[in-house]
T-cell receptor
């Protein structure tokens, strides 16, 4: 069965600190997709990144970076020099296109990040 | 703004009632997904439609039903409402349905917050 674990329920940092959000996934298939979404206090879900299982290159987008390690089944998300606007709940999600979900997303419980000024 | 619209934004109703949530996908997207976000269950996939046809079902109760119309908008119908149905209901859309070996990015609408009193 597919599963996503975000062990950190809440993280609090001070502005300009770097912070890493952990995501560990479980799947039996070799082809799968991983996602990160941001849910700010306003409530909408904002897409951040999609990565397939064959692309293990780390990705950087501005202050955001993602570290994908198949050996440890992890897809961690780092925010560099955090800002108050980064305060949100962040969700990691898994999609197994060969499994019963047929591409639907399995979400972790989320990590609530609070960035204090 | 993801381009996915949902109405209404908020809905307050009583137990036993029936409500309809509406979703318009991004222009050009043929696939629509419904998710429920509750405090105890987190984010859960309910149902998926592709070009008018039901494609996949998740943890959707028998009291809930959905459809996708020829203009591609979708409606989620919730009946015989219970207190536990209070949640944030998201609609998402993607260009393709998710086929063997491929998962498209899902873009989420702002959600409909349902409160059952």
């Amino acid at each position: 069965a597919q599963k996503v674990t975000q062990a950190q329920t809440e993280i609090s940092v001070v502005e300009k600190e770097d912070v890493t959000l952990d995501c560990v996934y479980e799947t039996r298939d070799t082809t799968y997709y991983l996602f990160w979404y941001k849910q700010p206090p306003s409530g909408e879900l904002v897409f951040l990144i999609r990565r397939n299982s064959f692309d293990e290159q780390n990705e950087i987008s501005g202050r955001y970076s993602w570290n994908f390690q198949k050996s440890t089944s992890s897809f961690n998300f780092t925010i560099t020099a955090s800002q108050v606007v980064d305060s949100a709940v962040y969700f990691c999600a898994l999609s197994d296109p060969y499994g019963g979900s047929q591409g639907n997303l399995i979400f972790g419980k989320g990590t609530k990040l609070s960035v204090k000024p | 703004d993801s381009g996915v619209t949902q109405t209404p934004k908020h809905l307050i109703t009583a137990t036993g009632q029936r409500v309809t949530l509406r979703c318009s996908p991004r222009s050009g997207d043929l696939s629509v997904y419904w998710y429920q976000q509750s405090l105890d269950q987190g984010l859960q996939f309910l149902i998926q439609y592709y070009n008018g046809e039901e494609r996949a079902k998740g943890n959707i109760l028998e009291r809930f039903s959905a459809q996708q119309f020829p203009d591609l908008h979708s409606e989620l119908n919730l009946s015989s409402l219970e207190l536990g149905d209070s949640a944030l209901y998201f609609c998402a859309s993607s260009p393709s349905p998710g086929t063997s070996g491929y998962t498209d990015t899902q873009y989420f609408g702002p959600g409909t917050r349902l409160t059952v009193l």
